[in-house]
């Protein structure tokens, strides 16, 4: 038993949580992995993973008992999101979306919201969380989609860029502004649209150097007529709960990155085993060791770190805001070191499709941008030691 598989005994999950992160793992090998290959090159969206997803019930993981799921542990969300990931970064996303999503209205919507919206996600419906503008990426408080109320109906109006799920979604959970109110956090609202709304629409898809089989979408808003009663909370409440929902999705994506940096180690210790030169394994040269030993260090203390951050959420801490950004962050900058370095490591026969480590590479580089570009992270994070 490797350090590595050594680090998954230690998740000290519930019996039912370790049940259900096998059933994602053997999925995960048998099911997802075998199509990643088709749908990288096709674009095509895995609707057929969403399926297998849904049939292992994995949506109601996240969602209360209450609304109809099963209300299981972030530690046990997070290791399923690096599982599946690993066979596929296309399908983790796509999944992880859904969580990122529902984020805001789990733990901040109205009892009457939360009945009549999140059994359907528990049910499998598929989300998308809307806030990144053409002109307002990291900094959010640049959006100028408007919230216009106009009686039991807030009139939604703008346009929205690099929207995962955007064109697949049953719900959205959109972030904009507050129609009159000139300060620009204050403004920050959310509501709730769903699909089929008269006036949404998909401007464009995006082609993509990675994660080819998740839907990226540009939406455009034109007076969308949604119910008031899908406003969460009140106006001008927005930017507490996008930040609440930012520090949930960020160890997601870090959780993410490693599914991919794992995904590449694999790929490369088993390589370097297997090919020889002048005689000799790869694996045997001292260089080589070298550089695995720094690469499953890295991994190791990552993994750990998403291990204590999934405990820190599980504890009932929200104040994890500068954790989160160190996960997502350190994960996002490993899996970039460790495709590149698999790609390095097989030669050649890595810069060519027919190995896992080309797709693994294109895919790693967007989790260094996306939920906050690391240079923001580790602005947050330099912040935190200034003495107030």
Request: net charge negative; glycine share 10%.
């Amino acid at each position: 038993m490797t350090v590595i598989s050594r680090l998954d005994a230690m998740l000290g999950l519930a019996e039912e949580e370790a049940l259900l992160l096998q059933s994602v793992r053997d999925f995960a090998r048998d099911e997802i992995a075998p199509r990643a290959v088709r749908h990288d090159a096709t674009g095509e969206f895995p609707w057929e993973n969403v399926e297998g997803i849904n049939a292992l019930g994995l949506n109601a993981m996240f969602v209360p008992e209450a609304y109809g799921g099963a209300g299981l542990s972030y530690l046990s969300y997070l290791a399923c999101v690096r599982e599946i990931s690993a066979a596929c970064a296309s399908t983790g996303i796509i999944w992880a979306t859904n969580f990122h999503a529902v984020k805001p209205l789990i733990d901040f919507g109205s009892e009457e919201q939360k009945k009549r919206l999140l059994p359907r996600i528990a049910e499998g419906a598929l989300a998308a969380l809307v806030i990144t503008e053409p002109d307002a990426g990291s900094d959010a408080t640049g959006m100028r989609t408007r919230f216009t109320p106009d009686g039991d109906e807030i009139v939604v109006s703008g346009t929205k860029t690099f929207i995962t799920n955007g064109d697949v979604a049953n719900l959205y959970v959109i972030f904009g502004k507050w129609a009159g109110e000139e300060n620009p956090k204050a403004a920050i609202s959310c509501l709730v649209l769903e699909k089929g709304t008269p006036g949404l629409s998909v401007v464009r898809l995006e082609d993509k150097m990675g994660h080819r089989a998740s839907s990226t979408a540009t939406l455009h808003f034109d007076d969308c007529r949604v119910p008031a009663a899908n406003l969460l909370r009140g106006p001008g409440e927005g930017l507490a709960l996008l930040l609440a929902s930012l520090n949930k999705s960020r160890p997601s994506v870090g959780a993410h990155a490693l599914g991919i940096a794992r995904a590449a180690f694999e790929e490369a210790t088993s390589y370097v085993n297997g090919r020889k030169q002048s005689g000799r394994k790869i694996v045997e040269f001292q260089g080589i060791q070298f550089l695995l030993a720094d690469l499953a260090s890295e991994l190791a203390l990552c993994d750990s770190w998403l291990m204590h951050v999934g405990r820190l959420v599980d504890g009932g801490r929200s104040d994890i805001g500068i954790e989160a950004s160190i996960l997502k962050m350190r994960a996002s900058d490993l899996a970039m070191r460790m495709t590149t370095e698999a790609v390095q490591l097989h030669g050649g026969y890595g810069y060519v499709k027919e190995y896992k480590v080309e797709r693994l590479m294109r895919d790693a580089k967007i989790t260094q941008i996306w939920e906050g570009t690391n240079q923001i992270h580790r602005q947050l994070v330099g912040r935190s030691f200034i003495e107030r």
